[in-house]
């Protein structure tokens, strides 16, 4: 039944088990944001990947690098859609981790003795105002590249001749 699934539907199932995991992670496991649950999470992503490409290997037709690239994109395209939407959805209700990188900032700044107090807050307002973009331009872009990197490499192994 799952590999009767195109592309796009597979890559929903993908992007869904990710936000599964790591709202696992964060709030069942009580790890921290962004750091080694990414591991399992990127794991999660390149396995569904090969599956959305190795299911495409078996259905009949001629193929080529193209027709793999293509049932690989539509694949990450949707997971890097849906994990977009998570981490900001994540981070616009979860403000901990944002206030406390600020809080570390700020008392790097204090440390280093050369800022006013005035600095200090409008460095922190700055920090503030730019995080989301920050975090949703970091994900967009690691979801994108991985996506496009492990589908590049699986379509020239799946579609080269066989020998």
Request: charged fraction near 15%.
């Amino acid at each position: 039944m799952l590999n009767n699934l195109n592309a796009t539907k597979k890559g929903l199932i993908i992007g869904l088990a990710m936000i599964g995991l790591a709202l696992f992670f964060f709030y069942v496991l009580k790890l921290p944001v962004n750091e080694k649950e990414q591991y399992a999470l990127f794991t999660v992503y390149v396995a569904g990947i090969a599956w959305s490409l190795f299911s495409f290997k078996r259905t009949p037709g001629d193929k080529n690098f193209k027709s793999y690239f293509s049932t690989g994109f539509k694949t990450f395209i949707v997971v890097t859609l849906l994990m977009v939407l998570y981490t900001f959805i994540f981070f616009k209700f979860n403000t901990a981790y944002r206030d406390a990188g600020i809080a570390a900032n700020n008392a790097l700044l204090v440390k280093e003795g050369n800022h006013t107090a005035a600095e200090i807050e409008s460095n922190a307002s700055k920090l503030k105002k730019i995080f989301m973009p920050v975090m949703v331009g970091i994900a967009t872009f690691k979801y994108l590249i991985l996506g496009a990197l492990v589908t590049a490499i699986g379509s020239g192994f799946l579609s080269r001749k066989q020998q």
